[in-house]
């Protein structure tokens, strides 16, 4: 008996055709993202090969104020709270980007970041995040936009 393996272009074209498709849909995935808005598709499938998805269970405190920063999170689905000394500072959503600033000056977290929902990230090393600013420019920007906002909020706080 004949199976799909033993036709020409079989298993192997069948895997290949839900491979791309499964590519592309997550590509889709990615460009929802408000942070990833904008971005090419070469840049989403540089963002795709340079991130680890990861799923967080409601509650789970995956940045603590205090350690070292080893990776940045940006959240593509789900709610976490901010906080500093066991006061809550913010919320967070799709398209924060959390634990960048470790991965910029190596400094310890300045907060603690505990997931209020589900929720999705992507993870991305110090490495891999250096080459994504390098290589995926609209991606800087944001980051950059993100960064000069928290300053300016911190110092209309400060100054009023």
């Known amino acids: 008996m ?11 074209r069948g895997s290949v055709c839900c491979a791309v498709m499964a590519r592309e849909e997550y590509l889709n995935h990615l460009a929802s993202v408000p942070l990833f808005s904008g971005c090419t598709t070469k840049e989403l499938r540089d963002i795709a090969k340079a991130t680890v998805e990861l799923t967080l269970d409601q509650g789970k405190e995956f940045v603590t104020q205090g350690d070292v920063g080893r990776e940045a999170f940006i959240i593509v689905d789900g709610t976490a709270e901010v906080t500093r000394s066991g006061q809550t500072i913010g919320q967070l959503g799709p398209g924060d980007c959390v634990g960048e600033l470790a991965l910029l000056d190596h400094g310890p977290r300045t907060a603690t970041v505990t997931a209020t929902t589900p929720l999705t990230v992507l993870v991305l090393g110090p490495r891999e995040f250096s080459g994504l600013l390098d290589e995926v420019p609209t991606l800087t920007h944001k980051i950059l936009a993100a960064l000069a906002a ?3 909020d911190l110092d209309t706080r400060a100054y009023g």
């Not at 004949?2 to 192997?12: E, F, I, K, N």
């Open 150 to 152: 928290r300053v300016r």
């Open 2 to 12: 004949a199976t799909l393996r033993d036709q020409p272009g079989g298993a192997a």
